[in-house]
């Protein structure tokens, strides 16, 4: 909650990923700094991964595309969104601010076609080969790309690119991938055929990045991986968590053994001990899901949180120590002792990328600091 907790962002390891993320291949970087930058603030993200080399930005939504087009300090830096629907209302306005247009389905080829106003939009086609997510099914491809090269030829779009996603690349020896390579590469013949030269093909994500060059083309998407975090562990690359979350403890109190602690009693004090009681909670993005499993870092050492993590709060183990309120608790920190978003995944069963976009609106974002130290 606010006043207690922060979550503080660190611009040296944003710019250290980026730079070594670009060090493993020969294309250039689309930093993806969809959803609010994975959580860490799209503004300063977006600033700090362009000035250290990343090439490209791309967002989700068409309302992100166009904040991050009408920025003055990234006029020259194409940004690229591609979750609408074809009849949503902005997309006109997105493409005149100049973002460009990830195209995932027929319906809106034609509908971009019509939103142009001054000059074509540029756009990027997708494919489905194999996500069976966003983008074109290969028995519509012929007829996708023929309808895009006439509407190029009219004038009303520019393509720019052809592009797919990865659906399974953090699992290297899954078989999707070598299935979806040989796919991309019949939708770039297809691509051809019909008489396209995109000057883009792009298909990796950040595990594609990291585990196969084969997928780099002209173009690496990756996100996760440029806030610090390897969605390959068996691959080690040098990065570093951005961001740091921590809170303060609000109070300290001796309860005697057998106490049952917080909603339902799932966990009972086993001896006399004091705990503390942290102000942060699920509304907050600290996962319940990771309840009875999770550790924070406070007073020099990790400790366990006991019982439900609730709304706003939980409670902390200490033992016979104590510490004063105000002390701080590292969730998520970088150092070797901090806990991080890997470990919370673990904890709540799912991905750090879903750890980090769920830290909630009540949390405050600091940059300010490190973008000081750079001037
Ligand atoms: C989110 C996204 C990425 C980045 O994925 P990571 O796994 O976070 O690297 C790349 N491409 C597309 C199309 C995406 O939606």
Same mark, same amino acid.
């Given at each position: 909650?606010?006043g ?8 040296r ?5 980026? %730079? ?19 959580? =860490? ?21 068409? @309302? ?11 006029? $020259? ?43 074509? #939009? ?10 069976? @997510?966003? +983008?074109? !099914? $290969? ?6 790309? $023929?309808?895009?090269?006439? *509407? ?14 990865l659906?399974? &690349?953090d699992? &290297?020896? =899954? ?10 590469e ?7 055929? !019909?008489?396209? $030269?995109?000057?883009?093909? *792009? ?12 997928? *780099? ?5 990756? +996100? ?19 961001? %740091? ?8 109190? @001796?309860?005697? #053994?057998?106490?049952g602690?917080?909603?339902? =009693? ?45 709304m ?11 510490? @004063?309120?105000? %002390? ?6 970088? +150092?070797? =002792? ?8 673990e904890? #709540? ?6 750890i ?16 000081? %130290?750079?001037?």
């Open positions: 909650m606010s207690l907790a922060k979550a503080s962002m660190d611009w390891r944003l710019a250290s990923n980026v %730079e070594t993320l670009a060090g493993l291949t020969s294309a250039p970087l689309m930093a993806m700094v969809k959803a609010d930058a994975y959580g =860490h603030g799209v503004v300063p993200t977006a600033r700090v991964a362009v000035e250290a080399g990343a090439a490209r930005l791309g967002v989700a939504t068409l @309302r992100e595309a166009w904040r991050l087009a009408r920025m003055p300090e990234l006029a $020259e830096v194409p940004v690229l969104g591609f979750v609408y629907a074809p009849d949503q209302p902005g997309l006109a306005e997105t493409i005149g601010a100049g973002a460009e247009i990830g195209i995932t389905s027929l319906a809106q080829l034609d509908a971009v076609a019509v939103a142009v106003g001054r000059g074509p #939009a540029r756009v990027h086609l997708k494919a489905d080969t194999g996500i069976s @997510r966003g +983008g074109v !099914a $290969e028995h519509e491809w012929e007829a996708y790309c $023929e309808a895009a090269a006439k *509407h190029q030829s009219a004038g009303r779009i520019e393509i720019v690119g052809a592009w797919s996603h659906a399974c &690349a699992e &290297a020896d =899954h078989p999707a991938n070598a299935m979806q390579k040989a796919a991309f019949r939708f770039l013949g297809t691509v051809a055929a !019909a008489g396209i $030269e995109p000057e883009l093909r *792009h298909l990796a994500n950040s595990a594609a990045l990291i585990a196969d060059p084969e997928t *780099h083309y002209d173009l690496v998407r990756p +996100g996760i991986a440029l806030y610090g975090y390897n969605p390959v562990p068996r691959l080690p690359v040098d990065l570093k968590p951005v961001m %740091e979350l921590r809170g303060a403890v609000m109070a300290v109190k @001796r309860l005697p #053994a057998g106490t602690i917080s909603y339902g =009693h799932t966990y009972h004090l086993e001896r006399d001990s004091n705990v503390a009681l942290v102000p942060l909670g699920y509304a907050d993005g600290v996962p319940r899901a990771a309840s009875g499993r999770a550790e924070v870092y406070l007073a020099g050492k990790r400790r366990r949180v006991l019982g439900r993590i609730c706003d709060q939980f409670v902390v183990d200490l033992g016979d120590e104590t510490v @004063r309120p105000g %002390e701080p608790a590292i969730l998520i920190g970088a +150092g070797d =002792h901090h806990p991080d978003a890997d470990d919370w995944s904890w #709540a069963g799912t991905i750090p990328n879903d980090l976009t769920g830290i909630g609106g009540r949390v405050p974002r600091l940059w300010n600091r490190g973008l000081e %130290e750079r001037k």
